[in-house]
């Protein structure tokens, strides 16, 4: 208390917090804060306003918002948080441990399913070059309005609203084919509306010839079970022009690296919530985009290839992060 009526008078007297500090033998902080706080000082009592949030409200929220798609009012109800809904939302966006962000889409698996594939990762597990004999094909569909799925972004209230229109069936789409190899990517392939398996053998029949120009050593040809891949003519194209077909488990997108290439030529191609007005200016941005993914960008993805096989192993055939 003595030292309290110290600090008191000495500060009426216009010294500093510092030299009473020194007076004293005290800590500068000591003295600045109970300058600051006054009669508080040592009573446990903020001057200020109480937190909107307690520690215990913040971790039943991050308990209850982990993986959860409840939204941030659904969120503080169930965690059982009485504060304004603002306050929860401000809590989650700031968290560390937290992203805001669309479910990632992969198809059921079967026991069966993941059988083929753990047998498929064993056999290949040991493969590290053999990877840059493969000739990896997909397809993709593009709309004129931009990829299918819901689009967040973090409004600037300071701004107008960004809208995002859509027109019927997404303006118009086109549907495109392509493929990769470890020394160079393919063109991209226009493909018509509906394709049958004859049509699809003809266009691979004129893409055949950069196939070993694409790899390294005798070319391994990868393509998903689509019905027109399996089809017996395109067994016997493959027969025919002594092009080894790769053995593919159903339902494996996480395994086919082209996915990760439709990713980022995706986000190119819709950059800042672009749109088409017509389906040749869509064609021609694809193409473009498509041109400037680096060969490098392809290579290390077929470098992921040993680990997606372990990955495969280590998860008993179930997806993968990929």
């Not at 306003?49 to 409200?57: E, F, S, V």
């Not at 395994?255 to 672009?274: C, P, Q, S, T």
């Amino acid at each position: 208390m003595e030292e309290r009526r110290v600090i008191s008078s000495m500060k009426q007297q216009g010294v500093s917090c510092r030299e009473i500090a020194r007076h004293l033998n005290r800590s500068f902080s000591s003295v600045a804060k109970f300058v600051r706080m006054g009669p508080n000082y040592g009573t446990g009592r903020s001057s200020g306003r109480p937190p909107a949030l307690t520690p215990r409200d913040k971790r039943h929220i991050l308990r209850t918002a982990s993986n959860s798609c409840l939204s941030a009012k659904g969120i503080a109800e169930r965690a059982g948080v009485k504060t304004n809904v603002r306050n929860v939302q401000r809590f989650l966006k700031a968290s560390k441990h937290l992203k805001r962000q669309k479910i990632k889409r992969k198809p059921a698996l079967t026991n069966a399913h993941k059988a083929h594939r753990l047998q498929i990762a064993k056999n290949r597990m040991a493969w590290q070059k053999e990877w840059r004999r493969v000739i990896f094909s997909d397809e993709k569909k593009f709309n004129l309005d931009g990829p299918d799925g819901f689009c967040y972004y973090y409004h600037d209230l300071r701004k107008d609203e960004k809208i995002l229109s859509r027109r019927q069936m997404g303006g118009g789409s086109v549907m495109i084919w392509a493929c990769i190899g470890y020394k160079k990517k393919g063109d991209i392939v226009f493909l018509p509306r509906k394709i049958n398996a004859e049509a699809y053998r003809d266009m691979l029949d004129e893409q055949k010839w950069e196939f070993e120009e694409m790899s390294e050593g005798e070319p391994i040809f990868q393509q998903d079970n689509a019905a027109i891949h399996t089809a017996d003519i395109i067994k016997d194209w493959s027969l025919r022009n002594q092009i080894e077909a790769l053995e593919w488990p159903a339902k494996s997108p996480d395994l086919n690296i082209i996915e990760n290439l439709w990713g980022l030529l995706a986000r190119k191609v819709y950059a800042d919530g672009k749109q088409y007005n017509s389906i040749q200016e869509l064609k021609l941005a694809i193409q473009q985009a498509w041109k400037e993914i680096p060969q490098e960008t392809i290579q290390k993805l077929y470098d992921s290839l040993p680990t997606r096989m372990f990955e495969v192993i280590k998860r008993q055939g179930n997806a993968t992060k990929y």
